[in-house]
């Protein structure tokens, strides 16, 4: 059988093109000498927008979450191609990941929450032998109350991304957009936010995975090796 998967690039890759290079052409190519901050600023976010792209056209699907991102990188070199209040860039940055976070609250009360979508995946969990020791063990209401508590928690994961990309840039970006400055905060704040903001929200998620396996484990009383596709 051919493996038609698309080769997902390496979390090493992702983030060298989508943080630290542009991050340094922001930093160190502002000044009129090297691209100049108008120049420096199309640059670095090419980046970002030419990854997203081809992201695109290698799964050819839309991803809510990518749209977001490419919204999110036009309307930062908008704000400082166009030279607006930095007062901007907070906002936008506080909005993007609440509009996230509200589209994972607002599945709470659709028929099915973004948790059961994410976890609820036949490929990775054995799911016909877990529902079926779900109604043994009379769990199947415990259980989405479960997967109903997890979605609230992966929502508040994006708050807490909102509320610290806010201070981010209202604590890091104070000089006026379409100097060197701005460019060269611009790139710092891309920095910070992946040990401040990145990392924290992943672990997060793990827990919120974890606490879901333990969940599933209580519930149905299987190992680990029989809830899981296992190769």
């Known amino acids: 059988m051919s493996n038609t998967t698309a080769k997902k690039p390496s979390p ?3 983030i060298l093109f989508n943080v630290f290079i542009p991050s340094i052409i922001l930093m160190k190519l502002s000044g009129d000498e090297y691209l100049g901050t108008a120049m420096a600023l199309v640059v670095a976010l090419a980046f ?3 990854y997203g792209g081809m992201d ?31 007062r901007w860039l907070a906002l936008k940055e506080a909005l993007i ?8 609250l607002g599945s709470t009360f659709t028929r099915y929450p973004l948790m059961q979508k994410l976890v609820l995946n036949d490929t ?11 109604k043994e063990n009379d769990q199947s ?47 710092k704040m891309t920095l910070y936010s992946y040990p401040m903001i990145a990392i924290p929200s992943m672990l997060m998620m793990f827990g919120i995975f974890y606490y879901i396996w333990r969940q599933v484990r209580a519930m149905t009383l299987l190992e680990t090796e029989q809830i899981f596709h296992l190769k």
């Open 48 to 50: 970002p927008l030419i």
């Open 97 to 104: 990941p609440g509009l996230i976070g509200l589209t994972v």
């Open 124 to 134: 990775v969990l054995n799911l016909s032998l877990i529902n079926q020791r779900l």
């Open 141 to 187: 209401s415990a259980f989405e109350r479960c997967l109903m508590r997890s979605n609230y928690l992966f929502a508040s994961t994006f708050a807490f991304s909102s509320a610290m990309n806010y201070f981010l840039a209202t604590w890091i970006v104070t000089s006026p957009a379409g100097t060197p400055a701005f460019n060269e905060e611009l790139g």
């Open 12 to 14: 090493l890759f992702e």
């Open 56 to 86: 695109l056209v290698r799964n050819r699907k839309f991803n809510f979450i990518a749209a977001l991102g490419f919204i999110s990188v036009l309307l930062t070199g908008g704000i400082g191609l166009l030279e607006l209040d930095t």
